[in-house]
Nanobody, 117 residues
Framework: QVQLVESGGGLVQTGDSLRLSCKAT????????VAWYRQIPGKQREAVAI????????YYLDSVKGRFMVSRDSDVNTVYLQMDNLQPEDSAIYYC??????????WGRGTQVTVSS
C-alpha cells in the first residue's frame, strides 16, 4: 500500500529554518516524480518544489527560490524540503505528492508550518 508521511513542521520565528521530510512506503521515490505543495486555509494549494524521478529538480515556486531546497535520499526512500529564512507568508500546511503513483496520484496528510513575525 502506497503511503506518504510528512514530518518536520512546527512553530518557528521569522528567519528560522525547518527541514520537512516525506517518507514513502509502497513505492520507490527514485522511480517517480515527487512534489511539495502547500496550502493556506481558504486558498488554493500551490506547488512549492518538484524533484523528478531522475533526481533533477524541475520547479521552485518563485517566492521560495534561494531559500528552499528539495532533495531526495533513495536509501531511506525519503524526499526532503529544506526551508531557510522562513517568512510569515510561508505559514501553511505542507504536503508531498506523487502524481503518477496510484490511479489519481498519492498525497500525504500534511505537516503544519507556522512562522511567527
Amino acid at each position: 500500500q502506497v503511503q506518504l508521511v510528512e514530518s518536520g513542521g512546527g512553530l518557528v520565528q521569522t528567519g528560522d529554518s525547518l527541514r520537512l521530510s516525506c517518507k514513502a512506503t509502497g513505492y520507490l521515490v527514485r522511480n517517480f516524480d515527487v512534489a511539495w505543495y502547500r496550502q493556506i486555509p481558504g486558498k488554493q494549494r500551490e506547488a512549492v518544489a518538484i524533484v523528478e524521478w531522475s533526481g533533477r529538480i524541475t520547479y521552485y515556486l518563485d517566492s521560495v527560490k534561494g531559500r528552499f531546497m528539495v532533495s531526495r535520499d533513495s536509501d531511506v526512500n525519503t524526499v526532503y524540503l529544506q526551508m531557510d529564512n522562513l517568512q510569515p507568508e510561508d505559514s501553511a500546511i505542507y504536503y508531498c505528492y506523487a502524481p503518477r503513483v496510484g490511479p489519481e496520484g498519492s498525497w500525504g496528510r500534511g505537516t503544519q508550518v507556522t512562522v511567527s513575525s
